[in-house]
């Protein structure tokens, strides 16, 4: 099997099916620890945001609202409150999504968040990009 596709496959913790091996280690490596320490005092999975309402053509025809799922909702100790898409690679339809959930919902802090052990671990997709660019830049 492709190793692309098999982070994809849904796996199964504590009962609990993720949809893919890279959500699973962000509950075991970052959402666990932090409820043990008190550091996250709550948190949702699988939380829909509507990101565009469902409309009636003048034709009659309906069409269905664009919506989000995120991965993980999280209350944090000091007041903040994140929604985390755990993220090997965002695609274009992610990126757009990104830029109308941002619209939509400019008071919420929507971040994607990528495993990479090369570079430290959980990292922001943002900050991921920006330290590869400047791996590209100093090659040159």
Do not use: H
């Amino acid at each position: 099997m492709d190793i692309s596709k098999a982070g994809k496959q849904k796996r199964t913790y504590k009962g609990i099916t993720y949809d893919s091996l890279t959500e699973m280690q962000f509950m075991k490596e970052v959402i666990e620890p932090k409820l043990a320490s008190g550091e996250i005092i709550k948190f949702e999975r699988q939380v829909t945001y509507v990101l565009q309402d469902g409309f009636v053509m003048k034709n009659g025809e309906k069409i269905l609202p664009i919506k989000y799922k995120s991965d993980y909702d999280v209350w944090y100790s000091d007041g903040s409150f994140i929604v985390y898409d755990v993220k090997g690679r965002p695609d274009a339809v992610s990126l757009l999504k990104r830029k109308m959930f941002r619209y939509r919902y400019p008071d919420i802090n929507l971040v994607f968040i990528c495993r990479n052990l090369k570079r430290g671990g959980w990292i922001p997709y943002d900050e991921l990009k920006k330290m590869k660019t400047l791996e590209k830049k100093i090659k040159k």
